[in-house]
C-alpha cells in the first residue's frame, strides 16, 4: 500500500498546477532530434534545441560512438576513481584543456552535475558567493550545496556587483568570496559583461567562475565566452556542457592543474557517480576535434542566426537584446505568447513559450534556437508561419 499522505500531496499539487496553467506536458519526439522533428506523427521545424552546431545527429560522431562501443562496450564499468577512468575520459579531458586554453580538465556526468560538483568542492559555510540573479538552477542548487553565504546580484550590473562585494570583503566575515555568472543567458541571448566582472574580481581578489554552456560551440569562434574576450587566464573556472552545442551528453571544468586535480579528489559527483560511456567520451572528443579544426558549422549557426533575426524584424516582431543566435520572440502578455506557440506548432514550427515565472511577468515570449543544420527553407517557413500568426493574434 503506498502511503496516504504522499497521494494527498501528489494529487493536491498536480491539480493545483493543471488549474494555474503550469503543468508542462512533456512531447515525446519520434526519431533523431534534427532541425526536422516528429511528434505525434507530426512534422515540425525545431526551433527549441539546445543542438546548436546539427553535431546531435553528426554521422562522423556516429561512427566514433560505435567504433568505442565495438572496442569499449557500452558502460565505464566503476566510479573514475575506482577503475572507470578510461583512456577515452582522460583523452576527452586533455581535448578539452587544449579547447579551452587552460592547464587542465575534469570531465563530469553533466553540466549540471558540475555546478553541483565543483561549486560545494571548494566552497563552504565560511565562504560567500556572488551570484548573478538569472543564473542557472544548477549553480543556484551548487551554491545552496556549499552552505556558503549566497548575496545575488542584479542581472549583469556591475554597480550592484561591486557594491556587494565591497561589503562582502569589508565585513570581513568569510574565508573566499566567488563571483559566479552564466557566460551566455539562455532566455535573452545575452554575454555577460566578462571584462568588468574580472576586474572587480582582481580589485576584490574573487574566486571567479563562469558557466558557459549555451556559450561553448557558439561564441568565441566556438571555444565559448571566456575565449571570446581572451581571458583564460584571469577566470579561475570554466565550465561548460557538452551536452549543447557539443551534441553528446557530459560536463566539464577547465582551469588550473592544482583545482583539477582537487576536483578529482575532493567533487562528490565525480567520486560518487560513474563516469559517461565509452560512446560519450569519444563522441564528445570527436566533436571538440570538429570545432577546433574549422569554424565551418559555427559559421553557419550564425549566419542562420542572423538571418532569421532579420526575418523576424523585419516582420515587425520584437526580438530582445540578443548577442547570440538564441532569439526571443516577445510576445508579451502570458495567455497570448501560449497561443502563439501552440499556433506556430499547428502551423508546423516547434518554438517553445517561456513564460513568468521563468521571465517576468508580461514578457513572455517564444524563444527560438536556430542551428547550424537548419537550411533557409525551413526558416523561410518558420518566417512565414510566424507572419501568419503574428497577424492572426494582432501581435504584428
Ligand atoms: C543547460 C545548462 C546546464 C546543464 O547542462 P546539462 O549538460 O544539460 O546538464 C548547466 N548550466 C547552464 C548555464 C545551462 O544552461
Same mark, same amino acid.
Given at each position: 500500500m503506498s502511503s496516504k499522505t504522499l497521494d494527498h500531496f501528489l494529487q493536491e499539487n498536480l491539480q493545483d498546477l493543471k488549474e494555474r496553467g503550469l503543468y508542462n506536458e512533456i512531447d515525446p519526439v519520434q526519431g533523431a532530434n534534427g532541425p526536422v522533428i516528429t511528434i505525434n506523427g507530426k512534422e515540425l521545424i525545431n526551433?527549441?534545441?539546445?543542438n546548436y552546431l546539427g553535431l546531435a545527429t553528426d554521422e562522423r560522431l556516429k561512427e566514433v560512438a560505435i567504433e568505442a562501443v565495438k572496442e569499449y562496450g557500452v558502460g565505464a564499468g566503476a566510479v573514475r576513481t575506482i577503475n572507470g577512468t578510461l583512456d577515452l575520459h582522460l583523452k576527452l579531458e586533455e581535448q578539452i584543456a587544449k579547447f579551452k586554453g587552460t592547464e587542465a580538465a575534469i570531465a563530469y556526468q553533466s553540466g549540471f552535475n558540475c555546478n553541483v560538483a565543483a561549486i560545494p568542492g571548494v566552497m563552504d559555510k565560511h565562504d560567500a558567493i556572488l551570484s548573478? *540573479?538569472?543564473?542557472h538552477a544548477s549553480i543556484i542548487d551548487g551554491c545552496r550545496l556549499s552552505r556558503a553565504k549566497i548575496i545575488r546580484f542584479n542581472h549583469s550590473d556591475m554597480d550592484d556587483l561591486r557594491k556587494k562585494a565591497k561589503e562582502a570583503v569589508e565585513s570581513g566575515q568569510y574565508n573566499k568570496i566567488m563571483v559566479i555568472t552564466d557566460?551566455?543567458?539562455?532566455?535573452?541571448?545575452d554575454i555577460a559583461k566578462l571584462p568588468e566582472i574580472v576586474e572587480i574580481a582582481e580589485e576584490f581578489d574573487l574566486i571567479t567562475y563562469v558557466d558557459d554552456a549555451h556559450g561553448s560551440g557558439v561564441t568565441g569562434k566556438g571555444a565559448g565566452t571566456v575565449k571570446h574576450f581572451g581571458l583564460q587566464d584571469q577566470v579561475d573556472f570554466q565550465i561548460g556542457t557538452l551536452s549543447k552545442a557539443i551534441g553528446v551528453i557530459g560536463g566539464y571544468v577547465a582551469g588550473k592543474r592544482d583545482l583539477i586535480d582537487w576536483l578529482k579528489v575532493r567533487s562528490r559527483p565525480f567520486l560518487f557517480s560513474t563516469a559517461v560511456t565509452p560512446a560519450d567520451a569519444a563522441a564528445s572528443t570527436k566533436a571538440i576535434e570538429l570545432l577546433m579544426e574549422s569554424t565551418e558549422l559555427h559559421d553557419k549557426l550564425w549566419e542562420n542566426g542572423r538571418y532569421l533575426k532579420d526575418g523576424l524584424k523585419k516582420l515587425?516582431?520584437?526580438?530582445?537584446?540578443? *548577442?547570440?543566435?538564441?532569439t526571443p520572440c516577445i510576445i508579451g502578455e502570458e495567455k497570448t505568447t501560449q497561443e502563439f506557440s501552440k499556433r506556430l506548432y499547428e502551423e508546423g514550427v516547434y518554438a517553445k513559450s517561456i513564460v513568468f515565472p521563468t521571465v517576468p511577468r508580461g514578457t513572455g515570449r517564444v524563444r527560438n534556437m536556430p542551428t547550424a543544420a537548419h537550411t533557409k527553407d525551413m526558416l523561410d517557413q518558420a518566417l512565414h508561419s510566424y507572419e501568419k500568426v503574428g497577424k492572426e493574434l494582432g501581435v504584428i
Open positions: 526551433l527549441s534545441s539546445n548573478d *540573479e538569472l543564473n557566460g551566455v543567458f539562455s532566455m535573452d541571448g515587425g516582431f520584437d526580438i530582445g537584446q540578443s *548577442e547570440t543566435p538564441i
